[in-house]
């Protein structure tokens, strides 16, 4: 079994060359980060994209709102640029607008080791929006049809 392996099934493992604990996190899709990237999706399509800053559409708690979205980039929903566009600065993607239409599935967990995904959550739990966890589907349609 490989060092990333055997991190995936218990967590944290030390490594036999340089002893150094290596911890993965899993990391799940959840509902606060959809209405997150709900509320980044409706910017989108009013101003005709572009880059908006977390606090325009991340929610109350910055800090973890914040990390919540830069999480997203794994899933490749939003993106960033931070030396161009400054930090906090998110764009929604192709695959994020997908998502919110409802045609297209992401990993339903995402495993992360040193800020980068190593593993994904097979086929088979992959979702769509409307599955995430705790996620109120009523919401969908109010930001998908902006007035």
């Known amino acids: 079994m490989t ?3 055997e991190m995936l099934k218990r967590g944290t493992v030390r490594c036999g060359e340089c002893n150094r604990l290596g911890t993965i996190r899993k990391r ?4 606060a980060q959809c209405r997150s990237l709900l509320r980044l999706y409706r910017l ?3 101003s005709d994209g572009g880059w ?4 325009a559409f991340a929610g109350a708690r910055s800090e973890k709102a914040s990390s919540d979205v830069a999480y997203m980039t794994h899933w490749g929903l939003v993106t960033s640029n931070h030396k161009e566009q400054g930090k906090g600065m998110y764009a929604i993607t ?3 607008r997908a998502f919110i239409r409802g045609s297209e ?3 339903g967990w995402i495993a992360i080791f040193n800020n980068a995904p190593i593993a994904v959550a097979p086929i088979e739990e992959w979702t769509y929006i409307h599955q995430v966890r705790h996620f109120d589907e009523t919401l969908i349609a109010a930001y998908r049809n902006p007035s």
């Not at 799940?28 to 509902?31: G, R």
């Not at 908006?52 to 606090?55: A, I, K, L, P, V």
């Open 3 to 5: 060092f990333i392996e």
């Open 28 to 31: 799940h899709l959840h509902a």
């Open 44 to 46: 989108d399509i009013i």
């Open 52 to 55: 908006f800053h977390t606090r």
């Open 94 to 96: 192709p695959r994020g």
């Open 105 to 107: 599935r992401v990993p």
